[in-house]
């Protein structure tokens, strides 16, 4: 199992260290080279205007758009989910645009800038997992085929649609595993189909 993390900014290193830890093959993606035989692709936290406009450059927009609607499963952490939001409130320019979700950018106001809390996540594991935001957007709507996941006071943070799985919050800089292995268990699914 190869899975992929967009490295062209954010926080790239500790999401490959805990699909390592899941005995995968978790490689950098900076080129198209780099994404040819991935079974699935985080797209880390960072500055999502700055990681679009480097998607843009490397010219991997496109490329990657048409990957992930063909169904390579693809995780969104905060900036990442922004990226794959179809709408964003309060950015007039969108990225990858694929997931029927409208994100509102540092959507938890200065006074909430970055927290830590616990939650129980149903499909993602049976303890509570332990949530990390910085900066973090959430989800003002949803399509109905989205299958949200997790909120937080009405707040929506955590979605899935098929393939395709978007999370306000940063699992890999917590050292809970659990978001890693409902990710990896999703990409099983995708290269079954595949075979
Ligand atoms: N505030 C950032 C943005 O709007 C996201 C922050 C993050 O990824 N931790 O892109």
Same mark, same amino acid.
């Given at each position: 199992?190869? &899975? *992929? #993390?967009?490295?062209?900014? *954010? *926080? #790239? &290193?500790?999401? =490959?260290?805990h699909l390592k830890h899941l005995d995968t093959d978790a490689v950098e993606v900076k080129t198209l080279n780099d994404m040819k035989d991935i079974d %699935?692709? =985080?797209l880390p *936290?960072?500055?999502s205007s700055t990681m679009g406009k480097l998607l843009r450059i490397s010219g991997l927009l496109e490329p990657l758009k048409n990957k992930i609607i063909k169904g390579l499963p693809v995780w969104g952490t905060c900036a990442g989910m922004i990226l794959l939001a179809k709408n964003i409130e309060n950015d007039? #320019? !969108?990225h990858l645009a694929v997931m029927d979700i409208t994100v509102r950018r540092n959507a938890f106001g200065s006074q909430l800038d970055s927290f830590? !809390?616990?939650?129980? &996540?149903?499909?993602?594991? %049976?303890?509570p997992v332990p949530l990390v935001f910085i900066r973090a957007p959430f989800i003002t709507s949803a399509d109905r085929e989205v299958k949200i996941l997790c909120s937080i006071d009405d707040q929506i943070v955590a979605v899935r649609k098929g393939s395709m799985l978007a999370t306000a919050f940063h699992p890999e800089l917590t050292d809970n595993l659990a978001f890693h292995k409902y990710f990896v268990s999703i990409c099983k699914q995708y290269r079954k189909r595949e075979l």
């Open positions: 199992m190869k &899975i *992929g #993390v967009l490295s062209l900014q *954010g *926080g #790239v &290193i500790e999401h =490959i260290d %699935g692709i =985080i *936290g960072g500055e007039p #320019v !969108t830590k !809390t616990d939650k129980f &996540i149903k499909d993602v594991s %049976g303890e």
